[in-house]
């Protein structure tokens, strides 16, 4: 029962290219999704979050689309760089009183120089 | 990833040892989660605990796992009587409060290795 879904294990782009990462949900009271970056033997560090009432976030190079009719996010990166390399992980957060995130399986970004 | 401390970051435990996870919160906050990653596959929720209670175990296994968040000191996650398929990374999160967005941080994780 995967609620959240990252169907694309890994992507190749090259530098100053966009990066496009893609999610996918079943849950519709999820009320915020989030993005995560994960190294090799490190913990995830957060990158842009969007709230189930937005349809689009952005911060510097990073922008987050929500789609909600067809339960979609994606994490656009542009221009993409070497250091964006990584592993990606999309969440889920519930409504109510709990932190409790529901993660994607991840998909890894190289970004070819 | 700052603040969170996770201790130790690697563990081998041989089959049927106990293992056991800390975690301090990033200062301030007072509400603690702990994720599993198993290898090739994402973040698994297990617990989220705030100071002396367990709000919400819906992810742990029903035996041998257990977690705590005293009143004083760091959360625990013990793991008891292991086994090869608990060799895992184990990750604890904090916040200090109810997350609406971006204030969940995450520690640096704990591998575990069950040899």
């Known amino acids: 029962d995967q609620q959240v879904k990252q169907n694309s294990p890994s992507l190749s782009v090259q530098e100053g290219r966009i990066s496009i990462l893609n999610c996918d949900y079943t849950?519709?009271?999820?009320?915020?999704f989030l993005w995560y970056k994960k190294y090799p033997a490190e913990g995830p560090t957060f990158l842009i979050s969007i709230s189930s009432i937005k349809d689009k976030n952005e911060d510097g190079r990073f922008t987050v689309f929500l789609n909600k009719s067809a339960k979609h996010l994606s994490l656009h990166i542009v221009p993409s760089q070497p250091g964006d390399s990584a592993v990606y992980f999309c969440?889920?957060?519930?409504?109510?009183?709990?932190?409790?995130?529901?993660f994607g399986q991840g998909t890894t970004l190289q970004v070819k120089p | 990833n700052a603040g969170v401390m996770q201790n130790p970051r690697h563990l081998v435990r041989r089959r049927g040892q106990e293992a056991r996870l800390r975690c301090s919160p990033m200062?301030?906050?007072?509400?603690v989660y702990w994720y599993r990653q198993l290898p090739e596959e994402g973040l698994k929720f297990m617990v989220y605990l705030q100071k002396e209670n367990i709000i919400d175990e819906s992810g742990m296994p029903k035996e041998r796992f257990s977690a705590e968040f005293p009143k004083e000191g760091p959360s625990i996650l013990r793991i008891q009587q292991v086994v090869r398929g608990d060799s895992a990374a184990y990750f604890c999160?904090?916040?200090?409060?109810?997350?609406?967005?971006?204030?969940?941080?995450f520690g640096e994780g704990s591998w575990l290795t069950v040899v």
């Open positions: 969440a889920a957060k519930g409504s109510g009183n709990t932190g409790k995130l529901i």
């Open positions: 200062k301030g906050h007072s509400h």
């Open positions: 999160a904090s916040s200090n409060q109810v997350p609406s967005g971006n204030t969940i941080y």
């Open positions: 849950n519709s009271m999820f009320d915020y």
